[in-house]
Nanobody, 114 residues
C-alpha cells in the first residue's frame, strides 16, 4: 500500500533552516509528482512546493527563494529544504502524491520561534 512518512521537523529560530524528508513506498515514485503542503493553526492547508517526475519545480510565492524541493528517486525520498525561516512558517508540513486518490503522510511539525 502507499505510504508517505515525513521526518525532519522541529523547533528553529527565525532565520534558521530545516530540511524535511518524505520517504515513499507502495507506488512508482520516480514517475510521480510529489507535493509539500502545510497547515498552520486556524488556516487551510496550502500547497508549498511541488516537483514533477521530470524534476520541474513549482513554489508558492511566499516561499520562493527560501525553500527548495528536491527528490532522490534512488531512495524513493523527497525533500523540502527550508531556509530563512519566518515565524509565519510555523505549521504542520505534509507530503502528498496524487494517484487515483490523494495520499498524505502523517505530517511533521515545524515551529519557528524565538
Amino acid at each position: 500500500q502507499v505510504q508517505l512518512v515525513e521526518s525532519g521537523g522541529g523547533l528553529v529560530q527565525p532565520g534558521g533552516s530545516l530540511t524535511l524528508s518524505c520517504a515513499a513506498s507502495g507506488f512508482s515514485f520516480k514517475f510521480t509528482t510529489m507535493n509539500w503542503y502545510r497547515q498552520a493553526p486556524g488556516k487551510q492547508r496550502e500547497l508549498v512546493a511541488s516537483i514533477t517526475s521530470a524534476f520541474t519545480t513549482n513554489y508558492a510565492d511566499s516561499v520562493k527563494g527560501r525553500f527548495a524541493i528536491s527528490r532522490d528517486n534512488a531512495k524513493n525520498t523527497g525533500y523540502l529544504h527550508m531556509h530563512s525561516l519566518k515565524l509565519e512558517n510555523t505549521a504542520v508540513y505534509y507530503c502528498n502524491v496524487q494517484l487515483r486518490v490523494d495520499y498524505w503522510g502523517q505530517g511533521t511539525q515545524v515551529t519557528v520561534s524565538l
